[in-house]
Nanobody, 121 residues
Framework: QVQLVESGGDLVQTGGSLRLSCAASGRIFSIDTMGWYRQAPGKERELVATITRDGVKNYGDSVKGRFTISRDNAKNTIYLQMSSLEPEDTAIYYC???????????????WGQGTQVTVSS
Protein backbone atom coordinates (compact mmCIF):
# COMPACT_ATOMS: atom_id res chain seq x y z
CA GLN A 1 0.00 0.00 0.00
CA VAL A 2 1.41 3.37 -1.03
CA GLN A 3 1.21 6.11 1.55
CA LEU A 4 2.51 9.57 2.39
CA VAL A 5 3.42 10.58 5.92
CA GLU A 6 3.88 14.22 6.90
CA SER A 7 5.75 15.47 9.92
CA GLY A 8 7.03 18.70 11.41
CA GLY A 9 3.84 20.62 12.17
CA ASP A 10 3.90 22.59 15.41
CA LEU A 11 2.78 25.67 17.30
CA VAL A 12 4.92 28.70 16.44
CA GLN A 13 4.85 32.44 16.97
CA THR A 14 4.36 35.01 14.26
CA GLY A 15 7.62 35.47 12.38
CA GLY A 16 8.90 32.02 13.26
CA SER A 17 10.01 29.14 11.06
CA LEU A 18 9.11 25.50 10.57
CA ARG A 19 10.30 22.69 8.33
CA LEU A 20 7.80 20.08 7.17
CA SER A 21 8.69 16.68 5.74
CA CYS A 22 6.71 14.21 3.65
CA ALA A 23 7.95 10.71 2.90
CA ALA A 24 6.39 8.32 0.40
CA SER A 25 6.55 4.60 1.02
CA GLY A 26 5.14 1.37 -0.31
CA ARG A 27 5.17 -0.49 -3.61
CA ILE A 28 6.11 2.46 -5.79
CA PHE A 29 7.06 2.27 -9.45
CA SER A 30 7.64 5.99 -9.94
CA ILE A 31 6.78 9.40 -8.52
CA ASP A 32 6.37 12.54 -10.59
CA THR A 33 5.16 15.81 -9.07
CA MET A 34 4.90 16.13 -5.31
CA GLY A 35 3.55 19.06 -3.41
CA TRP A 36 2.07 20.71 -0.38
CA TYR A 37 -1.49 21.94 0.04
CA ARG A 38 -3.17 23.44 3.06
CA GLN A 39 -6.67 23.82 4.41
CA ALA A 40 -7.86 26.19 7.11
CA PRO A 41 -11.21 25.79 8.91
CA GLY A 42 -14.07 26.83 6.65
CA LYS A 43 -11.76 27.23 3.64
CA GLU A 44 -11.09 25.14 0.59
CA ARG A 45 -7.81 23.33 0.19
CA GLU A 46 -5.27 25.53 -1.58
CA LEU A 47 -1.94 25.09 -3.30
CA VAL A 48 1.16 25.89 -1.29
CA ALA A 49 3.95 24.56 -3.49
CA THR A 50 4.74 21.78 -5.94
CA ILE A 51 7.96 20.33 -7.31
CA THR A 52 8.51 18.01 -10.25
CA ARG A 53 10.90 15.10 -10.21
CA ASP A 54 13.54 17.18 -11.99
CA GLY A 55 13.12 20.12 -9.61
CA VAL A 56 10.75 22.58 -11.30
CA LYS A 57 8.92 24.50 -8.57
CA ASN A 58 5.59 26.27 -8.37
CA TYR A 59 4.32 28.34 -5.44
CA GLY A 60 1.03 29.75 -4.37
CA ASP A 61 0.94 33.53 -4.41
CA SER A 62 0.47 33.84 -0.65
CA VAL A 63 3.73 32.03 0.18
CA LYS A 64 6.12 33.25 -2.51
CA GLY A 65 9.31 34.57 -0.98
CA ARG A 66 8.62 32.94 2.38
CA PHE A 67 8.38 29.20 1.73
CA THR A 68 10.79 26.91 -0.11
CA ILE A 69 10.00 23.42 -1.37
CA SER A 70 12.75 20.87 -1.96
CA ARG A 71 13.02 17.21 -2.84
CA ASP A 72 15.23 14.20 -2.17
CA ASN A 73 14.39 11.62 -4.83
CA ALA A 74 16.58 8.95 -3.25
CA LYS A 75 14.43 9.13 -0.13
CA ASN A 76 11.10 9.76 -1.90
CA THR A 77 10.78 12.77 0.36
CA ILE A 78 9.87 16.43 -0.01
CA TYR A 79 10.35 19.27 2.43
CA LEU A 80 8.75 22.63 3.00
CA GLN A 81 10.88 25.26 4.70
CA MET A 82 8.58 27.96 6.05
CA SER A 83 9.78 31.31 7.34
CA SER A 84 8.18 34.61 8.34
CA LEU A 85 5.10 32.70 9.39
CA GLU A 86 1.85 34.58 9.82
CA PRO A 87 -1.41 33.68 11.57
CA GLU A 88 -2.95 33.32 8.11
CA ASP A 89 -0.63 30.36 7.54
CA THR A 90 -2.47 28.39 10.22
CA ALA A 91 -3.89 25.28 8.56
CA ILE A 92 -3.55 21.57 8.15
CA TYR A 93 -0.79 20.99 5.63
CA TYR A 94 -1.27 18.02 3.34
CA CYS A 95 1.30 16.28 1.19
CA UNK A 96 0.33 15.15 -2.30
CA UNK A 97 2.13 13.01 -4.85
CA UNK A 98 1.50 11.71 -8.35
CA UNK A 99 2.48 8.07 -7.95
CA UNK A 100 2.45 5.04 -10.21
CA UNK A 101 2.10 1.99 -7.96
CA UNK A 102 3.91 -1.17 -9.02
CA UNK A 103 0.56 -2.91 -9.45
CA UNK A 104 -1.02 -0.21 -11.65
CA UNK A 105 -0.69 1.27 -15.14
CA UNK A 106 -2.16 4.61 -14.05
CA UNK A 107 -0.90 7.64 -12.16
CA UNK A 108 -2.68 8.05 -8.84
CA UNK A 109 -2.91 11.16 -6.71
CA UNK A 110 -2.04 10.17 -3.17
CA TRP A 111 -2.69 12.33 -0.11
CA GLY A 112 -1.20 12.22 3.33
CA GLN A 113 -3.31 12.69 6.45
CA GLY A 114 -1.88 16.12 7.14
CA THR A 115 0.12 17.89 9.82
CA GLN A 116 -1.16 20.84 11.83
CA VAL A 117 0.63 24.18 11.67
CA THR A 118 -0.60 26.83 14.09
CA VAL A 119 0.85 30.34 14.12
CA SER A 120 -0.02 32.43 17.14
CA SER A 121 -0.63 36.17 16.93
Amino acid sequence: QVQLVESGGDLVQTGGSLRLSCAASGRIFSIDTMGWYRQAPGKERELVATITRDGVKNYGDSVKGRFTISRDNAKNTIYLQMSSLEPEDTAIYYCNAAIVPRSSLSVTNVWGQGTQVTVSS
